[in-house]
């Protein structure tokens, strides 16, 4: 009997001994510390240590999910090093994919409040993340819509069994992810509440796991009852706040205690020492696997004392393989689109999909962030779901209209006198088409103006908007000297008014570019002295220019910024036909004492090219060219030619001055702009431009009148230069700046603003 049940033992050892332990790794939250989990699981793999089970919250739902996936330790490191990784994460969306085409004319707002129309009393609708998930979202689904698809939407047969925790913040609970939709588990589970907005799964709207169990301990245990955890730590718990830090207080609240321990009859505990690193700081993620790879590394003696089970790499490879053979193609067959009325889902669908019969990865990815660049379409969420019987992704859109109502609010502040303020109001409207109408005001010492304009776009087979507007503009350079009040220079009487209707239309080819023909009227007065001695009973002289104009062009932009970029490209080509009939009124310190009409008309080509270069991390490097060819004449007199020439302004500052010196008829400019970036939102600029009138337009004196003559042929140039350390905040951008500029009273301005130096564009623009 003895012998027996000895035998029973032995076999039963023999047994366990054959099929071996069964080990789980639990992988910790913490933001971008979390990436230390890749060197850990790098040092479990160098060692032959198994991995049988994941769970993970967060972070670690993101390395988990990835490495279940099949995603090699090499294949992880790769993906989070990549430029896409820190775009995913900040919400930026690759150049490539900024469609130009729905970009509206820029304008010095600051602040949008929506203004939520659903019920009976309008509401002001505050915004649920501060970071964009739509980059991140579509990532997710790409990336993880196929193991999804061949483990059948069981987490249990993916390469590695696996699980994710979230939290149902109604019910306030953890949730468990065990099947479903992989992407859509992962993101839920790493939603940190106001940094990006949260997920509903099942009806459910789920946050951040760790706000209930940001170390998964207990979930491995239920659901795997592994032989030995290998837990990786590299989160820790609030510290205590004080009175006076609001971000932290909030943290504490919203963010559970967590037991970060294991026992030690139950496995080992890594841990990761990132104090310095925050929760955002995704630029260091080489560092944080390494210090993760050396942390796993104190450990590794330990855990083979424990582990007596080992898995070669060639064992790994193949069963790595074997997964990923299972991986279904990612061709889209059909699409569901939910949240919206049957028309808005037809301008969506007209939107994404179009005359395909079936759509690849790379299509569906321009004609997405089409539909993202859509102001009227507030959130999308993608979803693929795999189709066994049709052998095809069924691709689900979860939308959001925008609110109707949109308020915004800015401008800008500096140390000058070139303060102003901008307002905005925005109506919007989505069927089959999409209508924005919208109202604005600018209101300063330099420049006023109001504007109303309606824009609709058609999502045909080749999509094009046309844009009605109507303004009135009125820049006033006598009052509204940009210099500090310590200094007195005054510049000359000038004072520029212009009322203007324009219709406007656009197509686009490709994301990046459009081709745009207009058309306006409108009438242009400029008020000004030809002398500078005159008192306030005097009256100036008048130019008054009641004009038409046709234009077309061909454009591209997807510079980073509307104003100081450190990225990207503006193209710009185009042929314009202006006429009109010019009337000039003379003042009472006019020598001349008839009123005088003339007729005018003139071609004029113009071409702008601007690119940023990338040297290395730290440094980009910027390329200008602008040339400018037009058959306008000369005037009657000096002020009312050089007034109506062309400007030459390529930097915000430069648009607050009347600069005789940078007017022409024609003209040709290049420039260089080098930029050391500092920190994640910091640059330090110097602009450098040289600019080349064709022929200078000059004034002579004739009998008291200053008369236009045009100088020889290429006979002058002139510099430009502005050096700026800039911060570019959500709002807007803080601006210290030098600027230069060759003129007669003063040469070098030194700036202070904060905001937009930005015009509504005149009929002739």
């Not at 205690?257 to 026992?263: C, F, S, V, W």
């Not at 919206?340 to 790379?362: F, G, H, P, R, T």
């Not at 570019?513 to 409108?522: D, I, S, Y």
Request: hydrophobic residues 35%; glycine residues 6%; contains cysteine.
């Amino acid at each position: 009997m003895v012998r027996k049940i000895i035998f029973i033992i032995v076999l039963l050892t023999g047994w366990s001994n054959l099929c071996g332990q069964e080990i789980g790794l639990v992988l910790s939250g913490g933001g971008a510390k979390g990436l230390a989990h890749i060197g850990v699981i790098k040092a479990l793999e160098e060692n032959e240590i198994p991995i049988d089970y994941i769970t993970g919250t967060s972070m670690g739902a993101i390395i988990g999910a990835l490495y279940a996936s099949g995603y090699s330790v090499e294949e992880m490191t790769e993906l989070v090093l990549s430029e896409e990784f820190l775009r995913w994460a900040s919400g930026e969306i690759e150049r490539k994919y900024y469609y130009y085409f729905k970009q509206d004319d820029p304008e010095a707002s600051m602040f949008t409040l929506d203004i939520s129309l659903k019920d009976s009393v309008p509401k002001a609708a505050l915004p649920s993340n501060l970071i964009p998930t739509e980059p991140m979202d579509f990532a997710f689904m790409e990336i993880l819509a196929g193991p999804s698809a061949a483990a059948g939407n069981v987490f249990n047969r993916l390469m590695v069994p696996y699980r994710c925790i979230a939290s149902d913040i109604h019910r306030n609970k953890p949730v468990v992810l065990k099947e479903g939709n992989l992407a859509k588990a992962v993101r839920a589970s790493m939603t940190y509440p106001f940094y990006f907005n949260p997920i509903r799964i099942e009806g459910t709207l789920l946050f951040d796991g760790g706000m209930h169990d940001n170390f998964p301990v207990d979930v491995m245990e239920e659901e795997f009852k592994p032989d030995y955890i290998i837990g990786s730590k590299t989160a820790s718990n609030s510290p205590e706040p004080t009175e006076e830090d609001m971000l932290l207080q909030l943290e504490n609240m919203l963010l559970g205690k967590t037991e970060y321990a294991i026992d030690d009859s139950l496995g080992v505990l890594i841990e990761t020492n990132l104090e310095k690193i925050k929760i955002l700081d995704f630029q260091y993620a080489e560092e944080i696997i390494k210090k993760g790879y050396d942390a796993a590394y104190l450990q590794i003696g330990n855990i083979k004392k424990k582990i007596s089970r080992r898995v070669s790499a060639s064992e790994m490879k193949t069963k790595r393989d074997s997964f990923r053979s299972r991986i279904p193609e990612m061709k889209f067959i059909e699409m569901n689109i939910e949240g919206v009325n049957e028309e808005q889902a037809e301008y969506i669908a007209n939107s994404i999909w179009k005359d395909a019969i079936v759509l690849d990865m790379e299509d569906l990815r321009e004609n997405y962030f089409r539909l993202v660049a859509d102001e009227l379409v507030s959130k999308v969420y993608p979803t693929a779901i795999y189709d066994p019987e049709k052998r095809g992704y069924i691709l689900h859109l979860d939308v959001r209209v925008a609110d109707k109502m949109k308020i915004k609010v800015g401008g800008n502040i500096a140390s000058s006198s070139i303060n102003q303020g901008f307002t905005g109001i925005e109506y919007n409207s989505l069927t089959n088409i999409s209508m924005k109408i919208g109202a604005n005001a600018y209101f300063g010492r330099l420049y006023s103006s109001a504007q109303l304009r309606v824009r609709f776009d058609y999502p045909t087979r080749m999509p094009f908007y046309t844009r009605i507007s109507t303004t009135l503009n009125r820049w006033d350079f006598y009052n509204s000297s940009p210099d500090p009040f310590f200094e007195d220079v005054r510049p000359s009487y000038i004072i520029q008014d212009e009322g203007n209707l324009r219709i406007d239309f656009a197509m686009p080819y490709g994301n990046n570019n459009a081709f745009k023909m207009g058309m306006a009227a409108g009438r242009m007065k400029d008020s000004y002295y030809q002398v500078l001695k005159f008192s306030k009973t005097d009256t100036s002289d008048r130019s008054t220019y009641d004009y038409y104009t046709i234009n077309i062009g061909f454009g591209r932009s997807n510079l980073d910024h509307i104003q100081y970029p450190t990225s990207g490209e503006k193209v710009w080509a185009g042929i314009r036909y202006t006429g009109g009939i010019t009337t000039f009124i003379p003042g009472s310190k006019s020598r001349l004492e008839e009123k005088s009409e003339t007729d005018y008309k003139y071609f004029s080509l113009e071409a702008l090219w601007k690119k940023y270069l990338r040297i290395n991390e730290k440094w980009n490097v910027g390329l200008y060219g602008e040339v400018y060819v037009s058959g306008k004449q000369l005037q009657d007199n000096y002020y009312a030619t050089i007034i109506n020439a062309r400007s030459f302004r390529p930097v915000p500052h430069s648009s607050t001055l009347f600069l005789e010196n940078y007017r022409a008829h024609d003209y040709g400019a290049i420039g260089i702009m080098p930029v050391l970036k500092i920190g994640k939102s910091w640059h330090l600029t110097n602009e450098s431009y040289l600019f080349v009138p064709y022929r200078k337009i000059r004034k002579i004196q004739d009998d008291e009148v200053y008369v236009p003559e045009y100088e020889n042929p290429f006979k002058r140039y002139y510099l430009m230069n502005t050096t700026a350390l800039v911060y570019h905040s959500r709002i807007g951008p803080v601006v210290l700046s030098l600027n230069y500029y060759n003129k007669k009273d003063k040469n070098f301005y030194f700036v202070f603003n904060f905001g937009y130096i930005i015009f509504n564009k005149r009929g002739i623009d």
